[in-house]
């Protein structure tokens, strides 16, 4: 068991999603809705093997807590060991779309599609990416840099993300991952023909 930092992160829609039905063993998880509650609480690991992907294809998306030195808590919300670039960013629909390519090991398209994206600080390109929950710290830093006024703050969080090649913060309304394509060029940016695999929506 893991315990779980929480507060004061509210998620809602929330799916966890494994591969399509391709052998006897696979295992449904349905939707399920989470709400304010406790500081702390007990959950199990969840990990996702995708199908035709090799050891580096697995994906990871229950919430882990991480404890930092100076007594901080950072949730973990997504973890994949595959490479991400940043892909596109739309100003119409103020999407950030991140796409991991097929490789030796992942036959498939990978992508992470923030929505209603505010302010961003990325590098280009992210090795065995992890998304956090932001410190207090970093949530306040993102939301002075997108100067939103305050009543509208409520409406986005700030995501933290992790890697071997470096990080970075968005401050968006809602995460999916997306698995579908063989080709990165001709995809959409959008779910459309794809397996939307885990969705998270943030509010404050």
């Known amino acids: 068991m893991i315990t779980t930092f929480v507060a004061p992160l509210i998620v809602t829609d929330t799916y966890y999603a494994p591969a399509g039905n391709t052998s006897g ?30 050891s580096s294809g697995i994906e990871e ?3 882990l807590a991480i404890h930092a030195n100076d007594g901080s808590s950072s949730a973990i919300l997504f973890r994949s060991q595959r490479t991400f670039t940043v892909w596109r960013y ?13 490789d030796s090991g992942n036959t498939l398209c990978l992508d992470l599609l923030f929505e209603g994206v505010r302010a961003m600080q ?20 993102m939301l002075e840099f997108s100067e939103l006024s305050p009543p509208w703050r409520e409406r986005y969080r700030v995501v933290s993300l992790h890697s071997r090649s470096g990080s ?14 063989e080709d990165p060029v001709g995809l959409p940016e959008g779910p459309e023909g794809r397996e939307v695999i885990w969705s998270m929506r943030l509010q404050s």
Do not use: F, N, W
């Open 90 to 102: 739309g100003v119409g629909h103020s999407q950030l779309l991140l796409r991991a390519v097929p």
């Open 25 to 54: 063993s696979d295992t449904r998880l349905l939707p399920r809705r989470t709400g304010p509650g406790p500081k702390t609480q007990s959950t199990k690991h969840v990990s996702l093997r995708m199908p035709g992907s090799g």
């Open 122 to 141: 990325l590098v280009t390109h992210y090795k065995t990416l992890e998304l956090h929950t932001a410190s207090d710290s970093e949530s306040q830093q």
């Open 61 to 63: 998306v229950a919430p």
């Open 168 to 181: 970075g913060l968005v401050l968006c309304s809602r995460i999916s991952a997306l698995r579908g394509g």
